[in-house]
């Protein structure tokens, strides 16, 4: 059993479009996150929502949206695709953001020609 | 602000032995969890060992563990019996128990093992 999911995998894309990535754990927990890994493989927060409320809200582009559809889910849309967009982008969760470790998903590998 | 350092950016070793990766770490918080991640050709970033600063004693988990040193602000990960499937990226992090629960990474060090 897959416990954090990502969809796609892997995701090449035209300048200019708009995509999602879709995140689902079935941990049962209450706090999820996403995350950009640049091609220098440092890892950046951007978001993370707990109880499906917004508690982290990293420097961001705002063509960058996350939404909490439920404490299960958190997808990523990006708007208006830049080169710069290019990245893997992980998905966690926690059970507390405080306390608990963050398990990741598999990544989605994002490619924007 | 937090930071994370590793200044190893690759490492290597024969199979079988022991390496040791670095980490340091800069805080003036007395509360916070480290954690090490391993990051396969996969892609997967997976859990090693996580470490409470409260917690005096070094965490271990199999052939994986840790040398924490609070006052020192260094957090190193030892792999003992290396074996061929622990070749990946290993990325050092922190997190804060008091506030903003973001996970603040290192770098990352990237381990080969020869046969």
């Known amino acids: 059993d897959t416990a954090v999911s990502q969809t796609p995998k892997y995701l090449v894309t035209q300048m200019g479009n708009d995509k999602s990535i879709k995140c689902e754990q079935n941990l049962g927990h209450d706090t999820m996150y996403w995350y950009k890994q640049d091609s220098k493989k440092f890892l950046k927060i951007m978001f993370s929502y707990n109880n499906k409320e917004l508690i982290i809200n990293e420097t961001v582009p705002n063509r960058f949206s996350p939404k909490s559809p439920d404490k299960a889910h958190l997808n990523l849309h990006i708007n208006s695709l830049e080169l710069g967009d290019s990245a893997v982008y992980f998905c966690?969760?926690?059970?507390?953001?405080?306390?608990?470790?963050?398990?990741f998903g598999p990544g989605t590998r994002l490619t924007v020609l | 602000a937090q930071t994370v350092t590793q200044s190893q950016p690759e490492m290597s070793v024969q199979e079988a032995e022991t390496v040791t990766l670095s980490c340091t770490y800069d805080t003036s918080e007395s509360d916070y969890y480290l954690f090490w991640y391993k990051q396969p050709p996969s892609r997967q970033m997976i859990l090693v060992i996580r470490q409470e600063a409260y917690k005096q004693q070094n965490a271990t988990e199999n052939r994986f563990s840790v040398n924490f040193q609070k006052a020192a602000k260094s957090f190193s990960l030892k792999i003992s019996d290396s074996q061929l499937g622990d070749a990946a990226m290993y990325f050092c992090a922190y997190r804060s128990a008091n506030s903003n629960y973001q996970l603040i990474w290192g770098a990352g060090t990237k381990l080969i093992i020869k046969p």
């Open positions: 966690a969760s926690s059970q507390d953001p405080g306390t608990d470790t963050q398990y």
